[in-house]
């Protein structure tokens, strides 16, 4: 498992859990010490990651991404399931960028946890790593995220929910979604998506790629679409 010290930062109708100074190396022990300090932040300017060529998977079996796998634009996410601002991201925005690019062939998004909200955040990576190993990761994404927006703060859902979120995508093998989700059979893979995480300088979630330019956490659909048109142009 991991450390993790979290600063809860808000910007100007954005917002993400900002990861605290070294503290985003994975320790030997959870820990959490939960976001607690509220600091009004100016939006980061959209700058270019070195890290993305590293980061794009473009697999066409990868169950973890939606689009078509020659799409000129990839949108990667990095995203804590327990993360209220990822959570707002996921409804309020994909919804928006899923209609009007994925679904032209025009953008692939593909996702990946970036674990920073302890425990529960660990849980929720495992349940939904145990449903992409179905094919149904996006069906079950949907039923959580639709769940845990009421929460207003984080969820911390645990597997008697994660159940019911399986069953509302209609998981194929529910003892083994049970199974896998109760396991650590993830945990390396969670592992190495938070180091990937941290190799492109991350330290907030939610964090975006698309096609290398970052955007740092839940900001309005106008950033995102503007920064895909701007991929598209080249």
Request: aromatic share 8%; no cysteine.
């Given at each position: 498992m991991w450390a993790f010290t979290a600063v809860l930062a808000v910007g100007t109708g954005v917002g993400g859990y900002?990861?605290?100074?070294?503290?985003?190396?994975?320790?030997?022990?959870?820990?959490?010490?939960?976001?607690?300090?509220?600091?009004?932040?100016?939006?980061?300017?959209?700058?270019?990651?070195?890290?993305?060529?590293?980061i794009e998977r473009r697999d066409a079996n990868d169950p973890m991404a939606l689009g078509d796998v020659d799409a000129p634009v990839v949108l990667s996410e990095f995203s804590d399931w327990d993360c209220p601002f990822c959570i707002k991201a996921n409804v309020e925005i994909m919804p928006q960028i899923i209609k009007n690019y994925v679904d032209e062939g025009k953008v692939r998004i593909e996702f990946n946890d970036f674990v920073v909200n302890g425990q529960a955040a660990v849980e929720a990576a495992r349940a939904g790593r145990a449903a992409a190993d179905q094919g149904k990761f996006f069906e079950y994404q949907d039923a959580?995220?639709?769940?845990?927006?009421?929460?207003?703060?984080?969820?911390?859902?645990?597997?008697?929910?994660?159940?019911?979120?399986?069953?509302?995508?209609?998981?194929?093998?529910?003892?083994?979604?049970?199974?896998?989700?109760?396991?650590?059979?993830?945990?390396?893979?969670?592992?190495?998506?938070?180091?990937?995480?941290?190799?492109?300088?991350?330290?907030?979630t939610p964090s975006f790629l698309v096609n290398g330019q970052e955007i740092i956490g839940a900001q309005p659909y106008e950033a995102f679409e503007q920064a895909i048109e701007d991929a598209l142009a080249k």
């Open positions: 900002v990861i605290g100074a070294n503290s985003a190396t994975p320790a030997t022990e959870t820990a959490q010490t939960a976001p607690s300090q509220a600091a009004e932040e100016p939006a980061a300017e959209p700058t270019m990651n070195e890290a993305a060529a590293e959580y995220m639709a769940e845990a927006i009421k929460a207003k703060g984080h969820p911390d859902f645990d597997m008697e929910d994660f159940v019911r979120f399986a069953e509302a995508a209609g998981m194929p093998d529910m003892e083994k979604f049970k199974a896998d989700a109760a396991s650590d059979k993830y945990d390396a893979a969670l592992q190495d998506a938070n180091n990937l995480a941290q190799r492109a300088g991350f330290n907030s």
